[in-house]
T-cell receptor, first 114, second 117 residues
């Protein structure tokens, strides 16, 4: 079975500081990994995806994530936080043969302070 | 690409009533998914369709829940005899099938928030 663990349900950073949101996965088959962002009372917006091509994936809004098989991790980073980045972030996994259905982590609420 | 559309955005109903939600996916997407999200949690998979065929249902989808996609376009999710525990955000997503089957990103609607009084 596939699962995702997001360490830290709340992360707080200063504006301009590095953002690091952690995601570890468990999968018995090669995974596809995704990061989504959710603003209050809205659906999820795709930030980036890993689909077995390049291990360093660049997404929208300056975010990127690196797939590390040895660490079973897919951490999300952004060099410089902006106030508009405050939102909830979800890591998710799917796999070939699984109907493309996503298994999500419990989410990390990012707070950006002045 | 007009995005995934869900209606209504909010639904308030009394316990025991039936409710129905609608999802209109991105037109060229043949896969449609329903998820449920409770407060402080990530979305949980409920069911998915490939065209009009319902291919998988989660154990979360009790007998009171039914989903349809009659013509392979829009989908409806009905909950009969609603209970307090059904209060949640119901999210719909769509994707194309893709060569790897698991690698196509899902595009989400803004959800329907259900509140049971």
């Amino acid at each position: 079975a596939q699962s995702v663990t997001q360490l830290g349900s709340h992360v707080s950073v200063s504006e301009g500081a590095l953002v690091l949101l952690r995601c570890n996965y468990s999968s018995s088959v090669p995974p596809y990994l995704f990061w989504y962002v959710q603003y209050p009372n809205q659906g999820l917006q795709l930030l980036l995806k890993y689909t077995s091509a390049a291990t360093l994936v660049k997404g929208i809004n300056g975010f990127e994530a690196e797939f590390k098989k040895s660490e079973t991790s897919f951490h999300l980073t952004k060099p410089s936080a902006h106030m508009s980045d405050a939102a909830e972030y979800f890591c998710a996994v799917s796999f070939t043969g699984g109907g493309n259905k996503l298994t999500f982590g419990t989410g990390t609420q990012l707070k950006v302070e002045l | 690409d007009t995005g995934v559309s869900q209606n209504p955005r909010h639904k308030i109903t009394k316990r025991g009533q039936n409710v129905t939600f609608r999802c209109d996916p991105i037109s060229e997407h043949n896969r449609l998914y329903w998820y449920r999200q409770t407060l402080g949690q990530g979305p949980e998979f409920l069911t998915y369709f490939q065209n009009e065929a319902q291919l998988e249902k989660s154990r979360l989808l009790s007998d009171r829940f039914s989903a349809e996609r009659p013509k392979g376009s829009f989908s409806t999710l009905e909950i009969q005899r609603t209970e307090q525990g059904d209060s949640a955000m119901y999210l719909c997503a769509s994707s194309s099938e893709g060569w790897g089957q698991g690698n196509q990103p899902q595009h989400f609607g803004d959800g329907t928030r259900l509140s049971i009084l």
